[in-house]
């Protein structure tokens, strides 16, 4: 049983005669701090400072990925250079999808979906079904503006499809890739120029394609009215994207340059609604009247041309 001595507060001056009383003690040195986990010291900088470091691309662990060369792209001729710009999962592009049509102001679409890991799977698709769906709509359209008539004998309009594919496919990438150049030009100008890649800037013209497809199926209403007012929802929703992923881009730019630069967007983005709009939908086929033959006897002949 302990004494009241052995339980008396001692002071340890001297801890070389303590340890050489006693070897087997554990000490502990309190002289330093001890070292803070990695991902507790992460905690400790706030979720601010994680989310930023995030949306920037500046993650430690990429970093050292990157120095110890563990990523390394596969050469462009081979078949795994062009899988990594398909490897993304439904969850993701679903979640374009939505960033795409609700918007949120003051926020990035790159910074937040796109800039992880940009992905060629959601723009080719949105772009697909947007081709099909214009074209079908477009027939649809044409056939119920002529449904009724006697003179009026529908036939399908297959080249709807081509010209569709031809100037949305065109538009998702000959666009980006002027708008890239321009980007690379002025970022030799002006150094505080936001640089955007070409997968990224692809990336934001597809998935801002995406509000045309529910659009044009609403286009089959023969309403010139609805219709109009359709092309401006849409174009408020995708433009706001477009707006605020580039705008940041040119801002430091010359005021004049900025402003017609976001302009020039805005007008080729509303060229596009506008004229799928007027050719696919606003001009229909017209009636070709029935040709008048004369007969041999001085009466004519009316045939009935479908």
Same mark, same amino acid.
């Given at each position: 049983?302990?004494?009241?001595?052995?339980?008396?507060?001692?002071?340890?001056?001297?801890?070389?005669?303590?340890?050489?009383? %006693?070897?087997?003690?554990?000490?502990?040195?309190?002289?330093?701090?001890?070292?803070?986990? @990695?991902?507790?010291?992460?905690?400790?900088?706030?979720?601010?400072?994680?989310?930023?470091?995030?949306?920037?691309?500046?993650?430690?662990?990429? @970093?050292?990925?990157?120095?110890?060369?563990? @990523?390394?792209?596969?050469?462009?001729?081979?078949?795994?250079?062009?899988?990594?710009?398909?490897?993304?999962?439904?969850?993701?592009?679903?979640?374009?999808?939505?960033?795409?049509?609700? #918007?949120?102001?003051?926020?990035?679409?790159?910074?937040?979906?796109?800039?992880? %890991?940009?992905?060629?799977?959601?723009?080719?698709?949105?772009?697909?079904?947007?081709? !099909?769906?214009?074209?079908?709509?477009?027939?649809?359209?044409? !056939?119920?503006?002529?449904?009724?008539?006697?003179?009026?004998?529908?036939?399908?309009? !297959?080249? @709807?499809?081509?010209?569709?594919?031809?100037?949305?496919?065109?538009?998702?990438?000959?666009?980006?890739?002027?708008?890239?150049? !321009?980007?690379?030009?002025?970022?030799?100008?002006?150094?505080?120029?936001?640089?955007?890649?070409?997968?990224?800037?692809?990336?934001?013209?597809?998935?801002?394609?995406?509000?045309?497809?529910?659009?044009?199926?609403?286009?089959?209403?023969?309403?010139?009215?609805?219709?109009?007012?359709?092309?401006?929802?849409?174009?408020?929703?995708?433009?706001?994207?477009?707006?605020?992923?580039?705008?940041?881009?040119?801002?430091?730019? %010359?005021?004049?340059?900025?402003?017609?630069?976001?302009?020039?967007?805005?007008?080729?983005?509303?060229?596009?609604?506008?004229?799928?709009?007027?050719?696919?939908?606003?001009?229909?086929?017209?009636?070709?009247?029935?040709?008048?033959? #004369?007969?041999?006897?001085?009466?004519?002949?009316?045939?009935?041309?479908?």
């Amino acid at each position: 049983m302990a004494t009241a001595d052995d339980l008396k507060f001692q002071e340890f001056d001297d801890a070389a005669n303590l340890l050489a009383a %006693n070897p087997d003690a554990t000490t502990i040195s309190i002289d330093e701090p001890a070292e803070i986990p @990695k991902n507790q010291h992460s905690r400790l900088q706030g979720p601010g400072r994680e989310e930023d470091d995030e949306l920037l691309g500046t993650d430690d662990s990429d @970093k050292t990925e990157l120095l110890a060369g563990q @990523k390394k792209s596969a050469p462009f001729w081979t078949f795994e250079y062009y899988q990594t710009f398909f490897d993304v999962d439904t969850y993701q592009v679903l979640d374009r999808i939505k960033g795409s049509v609700f #918007p949120v102001p003051g926020k990035n679409f790159v910074r937040l979906y796109i800039r992880s %890991n940009p992905d060629l799977y959601g723009p080719f698709w949105i772009c697909a079904t947007l081709v !099909f769906t214009i074209a079908v709509s477009g027939n649809l359209s044409n !056939f119920f503006i002529h449904l009724g008539k006697p003179t009026y004998h529908y036939v399908p309009e !297959f080249r @709807k499809v081509s010209i569709a594919a031809t100037t949305i496919y065109a538009y998702a990438w000959l666009v980006p890739l002027a708008l890239w150049g !321009f980007l690379m030009w002025r970022n030799t100008k002006v150094m505080n120029i936001v640089s955007y890649s070409f997968l990224e800037i692809v990336c934001v013209y597809g998935y801002s394609l995406f509000i045309y497809i529910p659009t044009a199926m609403l286009w089959i209403i023969p309403q010139q009215v609805v219709r109009w007012v359709l092309v401006a929802f849409s174009l408020c929703l995708s433009g706001s994207v477009l707006v605020m992923t580039f705008w940041p881009a040119v801002r430091d730019d %010359n005021r004049r340059i900025a402003v017609a630069t976001v302009a020039a967007i805005l007008l080729l983005h509303a060229l596009l609604a506008v004229g799928c709009l007027a050719y696919f939908f606003d001009a229909p086929e017209l009636d070709i009247p029935a040709p008048i033959i #004369p007969a041999h006897n001085g009466t004519t002949v009316v045939t009935k041309s479908h």
